[in-house]
DNA sequence: TTTGTCCATGTGAACGTGAACATCGATCGG
DNA sequence: CCGATCGATGTTCACGTTCACATGGACAAA
């Protein structure tokens, strides 16, 4: 329970301009940091205010100037490291520009969950819109439903009019293949993220770029859902070939499910197999061994975002071809490759 | 860059009405499902409504009504699980009654970042407020701010007007000692949150009370701060002294940061030294060894703060002190105590 | 028939704010 | 010294919706 000392309503910009004796419209003007206010009926209104903590009224501001200082973000997070920063993130670069968040979380990637997700936030009067669920079917979604408000993604699909931030992920997963082609791996095998990810094909083409580039051997990718139990799953079935000397995780979590897997199979972590993973959440150098993986600067991707997003409702449009390219960082999940002992 | 087809504004409810032969008020009605309408008017009106892609204007909406149909989230999360996932459900549940959500992010703890994040969520006109920032700091801020909507929070300090969320956490960390004490464990550390959360205040109370009543010696907390990489640094200092056969960690995160120092140390978890952790992070039974944590449903969290808040916001309160119990997940990286090979 | 009640709908006002335009005095250039 | 300009402030209106109340017709009870 909350207190209730509310007495009649809240106070308005008129109940101010009485107490400081000037019309509502300087009251107005003092809120909206007009010039040409002297400075001591600014003062005197600035006191009004104060005494009658006043608030002004969002709802009478925006019905008006038809702005809501409000934008929406559409994200899939089940409480994953990458996402959550970045939400995090978008938050306070939101906030420091006055601008207000409303999320909405997908529950599942279902065309209906979508659909309602979106329905809710274009509801709402949102002055543009971010999407951090960059699953191809929400694109469609999008495409399809005639959004009236500039968005912004994080990765771009091709078709569609709008601005998306360019993170290298292809980039960065050829580094990461790269690191394990240099370590003289020629059996490499990709653990990717769901299908309709965008980030999981763009990684995937990474992968698939360093291989084919290094003329290897190609192994069909493996389709997961980013978590580590899939992971864990996946090197248990991986072990039943052993044809490969080396596995590229499509995030960390996948990564860790894998050597897991390898652990428990008696199989040594960089010795027999190596493992690099995408990401760097917190615990990637943590876990046993270290994880070799690809760094992501997920607070600077919320920032750029709302950046990118403010400039086009503002129609100052904001230079955001500059690309963020995730490093490399190499740690003890890696190292030189050894014959393979599978049956191929 | 958007498309903007947008010719004049968007269409209001009297465009709708002109269209549909009727007047303001009556679409105003179908809108609000109000009864004594005829079925071939309210079908006619929402054939102009679809014809014409009326969207009801929010902000008009709240200023006539006062009630914004918002609710307002503070967290504190730099993309860890726990919040992050609570705050997924928090989304999810107030979407599905209506409600959006407005999160203000705490970048940093200091008293002026909490009121700052406080002043702008309260500017917005918000019907209600989730805390899901539980440090002590922001329920003086809070007290002093004279909160004029109904709040919940995770804990209850005790002092304060308002609805809190009964998780025992006490409990918990007590289930998670008493299993140490099981397995013979008596010289038990304990790597706490850091002081000012109400967390980290709970789960060290359990700890203690269960080391109190087994009549153990109590070895002073270590005050962390819930990140992995200080875990390491504690298991660090920790082997320096040796005094110990288990330590009970206040999260996941420090639990695998402290498992990490002491296989750096080439001591065995649980062999030498069991770990236990507290949230059950998807990642604890990945890691090596397995985690023995305590398991947290934040999903659930998430969902009772939705519904106790919205039950005060609709002047219904609803029965909250079920509490919600944490349980006990045992896994490998516990086990029976050995002898303290240290100095003490 | 008359009166009252209920249903379906309409009319006018109000919510709190900002934009456009109006006003009034002071200052300035010639 | 007078019109022009400018600075400081006031007046009126519109934004899109819901609320309170009004209207008119159908139907039942008296």
Known sequence: MSPEPQKGRAPSIRDVARLAGVSHQTVS????????????????????MEALKYRPNRAARALVTSRSRTIGVLSATHGEYGPSSSIAAI???????GYYV?????????????????KHLLLQDIEGLIVMAPQVRVFDVLAGMAID??????????????????????????????????????????????????EAEARMRGFLDAVIDADLRTHPPILGDWSADFGYFAGKELLRYRDFTA????????AVGLMHAFRDAGVDVPGEISVVGFDDIPLAQHVWPPLTTVHQEFGEVGRRAVALLLGEVRGTPVDGDEEIVPSLVTRASSGPAHAVVGRY
Do not use: C, K
């Not at 003092?30 to 009926?41: F, K, M, P, Y």
């Not at 596995?247 to 996948?254: E, H, K, S, T």
């Open 29 to 48: 003007r003092v809120l909206n940091g007009h010039e040409s206010i002297r400075d001591e009926t600014r003062q005197r209104v600035r006191e009004a």
């Open 91 to 97: 938050e306070d670069a939101a906030r420091d520009q």
């Open 102 to 118: 409303n999320t909405a979380n997908l529950a599942s990637s279902s065309p209906g969950a979508i659909i309602e997700a979106l």
């Open 149 to 198: 408000v500039p968005y912004v993604s994080l990765q771009s699909t091709g078709h569609g009019d709008h601005r998306a931030l360019a993170i290298d992920q292809i980039a960065g997963a050829r580094a990461a293949t790269q690191h394990l082609i240099d370590l003289g791996h020629e059996e490499i095998v990709h653990v990717a993220g769901p299908q309709d990810w965008i």
């Open 247 to 254: 596995v590229f995780a499509g995030n960390d979590l996948m």
